[in-house]
């Protein structure tokens, strides 16, 4: 039975968090709310005894934070991400470029902003206000504004493009009417007040190019790392040339939230979807760890007995679901990561750690301690555990506890990070 360190020497230290990122050279030109700390990467590194020339990875990239802190310190850091638009930012993050040539095109870019152009997205969905919608996510002037940016950077060279456009995408997020707030976006407080224009817009992109060309001149990166844009289910049955010395990821939690759903503006914004058909293309390669897309039932019955014990009890629990859905995306999360377990197994050096942050879940008022599940499976495919160490305990979502009537009972969630070592 394996136990649970409470006492973690990273507990309560805000590692599984990005509220240190916000003000870090690179990482700060997008930062995720979900995304975990820097330092929890550094702490993986040293405690692996990573050495140059060693690849680090993670195959639930988000943001980046394993691939750009790995670089930032010298090591090659591989991340695999599923979202084009997360993969972007990631990829964006670890250009590495003179700030002279974004202060050849900037003015270009600036100039573009004093006229406004009709965005492709004024009249869809709830991005722009219409005669018929209470809310919207962007005001008229900041889409158009946006818009013409845009159009202005099409015709400069790639990777300075792409440090401009994410650029343009981050400022339309600081001035949209709406943020991420868990599991979707929520409206900010009074923010038809807030009245957000083209010059909010343009102090906002101002702000952010500047932090860029500061970074770039204060910070080196390793040039081999690298991020991919894959499912990495699939992606990590093909990665054959390269064995990895640690993996420092954080993938989906098992709570139902969808990602491809948060980052939905950014998407649209940068053109990469066009329409819901594309968005459902993004969220069917998603780890099953929600019920958006009608996911393939699960095959096999992954052989846990805590896996099994926590199912038995929320199906005799059935009725207090909030989807019926909820069991087979259960099965399916872990059969998932049976795969990557294995494949993992094969693509790592003999010597080689994983480092997984996740959280534990509750549904109909039954726990899973999908960490300890996780760590179960692992067990079979030549992982060892180390330690399960407690990062923080968070409150349980209400929508996890609606039909719960005893609230007394609600247990609180476990944030833990598993350290796995490659049994040799
Ligand atoms: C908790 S977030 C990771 C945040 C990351 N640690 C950071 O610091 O930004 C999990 C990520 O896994 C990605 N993801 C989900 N399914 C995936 C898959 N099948 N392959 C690759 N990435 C996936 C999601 O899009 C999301 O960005």
Known sequence: MFTINNSFELRDKGRSDSKDTALLPRHRWYVLKEAFSPELVMSAINKAEVKEGELIIDPFSGSGTTALTSSLNGFKGIGIEVNPFLAFVAETKLISREPNTINKYLPLIKNSFNKQVKSHLEGISTFSETNND?????????????????????????????????????????????????????????????????KDFKDAFEKRICNVIEDINQTTLNKSSNIVHADCRKYLETLVDEKFKLCVTSPPYLNSFDYSDVYRPEMFLGRFIKDNNDLMAVRMQTMRSHIQASWKAPERIISSHLLQESLSKIIERHDLLWSNKIPSMILAYFEDWDNILRNLDCKSEKNAQLWIVVSTSAYAGIEIPVDLIIADIATKHNWYLQEIGVLRYIRTSGQHWNNIEDKAQKPSLRESVIILRKQI
Do not use: H
């Not at 343009?168 to 007040?193: E, Q, T």
């Open 134 to 198: 209470e809310k919207w996510l962007f005001n008229t002037s900041v889409l158009r504004t946006f818009e013409s940016g845009w159009q202005a950077v099409q015709t400069i060279p790639s990777t300075t493009k792409k440090i401009f456009q994410l650029c343009l995408i981050g400022a339309a997020m600081d001035v949209c009417n709406a943020k991420p707030d868990g599991k979707c976006l929520r409206y900010k407080k009074k923010w038809m007040d807030l009245d957000y224009n083209e």
